[in-house]
């Protein structure tokens, strides 16, 4: 099975002692949910983490995949420059997804690199991973950003990842970075409108039950009204599972800062045909 399993989860920099100072702990629960999802992806023993981000390059017609052997990135922004991080990419699948991409004309590939230090919705994973793993890593890494084309494609790129993921015979975990709405509370950043909360909850309820048809089905509409981060990252995790019988965990929801916090766990249980939500492209 070339896609070990899949995890939703969001990317608050705060959730970092070293960032949050304390504040970490309003979100003691994502941080629990955060810790869990990391200690079984170590036990999956991955060949490669995927991490799907939505604050690397984005382009609104071209989903960029990071190339190049390693990239570097640390918390310096927001205030924590020792919380660095090192990951060597799985260069081999980089290429390869690539390639099967060009092939299902969806428009990604490794060029259109802008800067290739690592962004937060990248690290903060890989900070609870590199918790539960320790160093030196013993997998490789893939970091691939999101457009602004459509649900569909981006779905059809998940499909992309397990396909050169078989082909390589790697063993893929793909973690979906992206926080939910950010209009949950008048007090929060934010503030809020009632798509906000409608949101979360409609998502939570989706991922629960790993109704992907439901999540591809969602109007843009709503969720560019509830001010989502991470709707295409879960697509690509949706897509990734295409055709397979899913067992999910909704493990926590937090909205307390005023911006939603999801974090679920999917693992693969066998081919389902009931499953394939998106047809593929006729050669
Ligand atoms: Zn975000």
Redesign the pocket.
């Known amino acids: 099975m070339p896609i070990i399993g899949g995890a939703m989860v969001p990317?608050p920099p705060l959730i970092l002692p070293g960032v949050g100072k304390g504040a970490e702990a309003q979100i003691a629960k994502t941080t629990a949910a955060f810790e869990q999802v990391a200690a079984r992806v170590h036990g999956l023993k991955p060949d490669t983490v995927v991490i799907t981000t939505?604050?690397s390059v984005m382009y609104q017609d071209y989903l960029h995949i990071s190339g190049g052997q390693s990239a570097r990135g640390d918390f310096r922004r927001f205030g924590a420059g020792q919380e660095a991080f090192h990951v060597a990419y799985d260069q081999a699948l980089a290429m390869r997804i690539g390639e099967l991409a060009q092939a299902a004309r969806i428009p990604a590939g490794i060029k259109g690199e802008r800067d290739p230090a690592l962004d937060h919705?990248f690290m903060v994973p890989l900070h609870f991973l590199r918790q539960a793993m320790g160093s030196p890593w013993p997998c490789q890494f893939l970091r691939i950003g999101l457009s602004g084309l459509s649900f569909e494609t981006h779905y059809r790129l998940g499909m992309v990842i397990k396909d050169a993921a078989g082909q390589l015979g790697r063993r893929v975990f793909l973690v979906a970075s992206?926080?939910l709405s950010h209009y949950g509370r008048a007090d929060g950043p934010y503030g809020f409108r009632p798509e906000g909360p409608e949101y979360d909850r409609r998502i939570m309820d989706i991922m629960g039950r790993a109704a992907f048809d439901e999540l591809l089905a969602l109007p843009e509409k709503f969720c560019e009204q509830a001010g989502e981060?991470?709707q295409r990252s879960f697509l690509i995790l949706a897509g990734a599972l295409d055709g397979q019988k899913v067992r999910a965990e909704a493990l926590s929801y937090e909205g307390v800062t005023g911006v939603g916090y999801g974090v679920s766990m999917f693992t693969p249980e066998g081919p389902d045909a009931t499953r394939h939500f998106v047809k593929r492209e006729e050669e």
């Open positions: 990317h939505p604050h919705g992206g926080d981060c991470g």
